[in-house]
């Protein structure tokens, strides 16, 4: 795919994070967090065409507190 296609699908609610001249090649890095909060994506661009991209998952912490506590 290239970039154009993959920001269509993504929608306008991305971010550009890294854009720079590598041996001739242009390489882009965009990231981009889904509807679910704890989604979040990368994708790599050189030369316009999707190169590689990554789903990262952060793990929610859930803090419970007990009557104990209340004093």
């Known amino acids: 795919m290239n970039r154009n296609e993959v920001l269509e699908i ?3 609610d991305y971010t550009i994070t890294r854009k720079e001249i590598v041996d001739q090649d242009t390489i882009e890095v965009v990231f981009y967090q889904g509807y679910v909060s704890d989604q979040r994506y990368l994708f790599q661009f050189k030369n316009n065409k999707l190169d590689k991209w ?12 007990g009557s104990d506590l209340i004093k």
């Open 10 to 12: 993504l929608g306008p």
């Open 54 to 65: 990554e789903k990262e998952i952060q793990r929610r912490q859930v803090l419970q507190y």
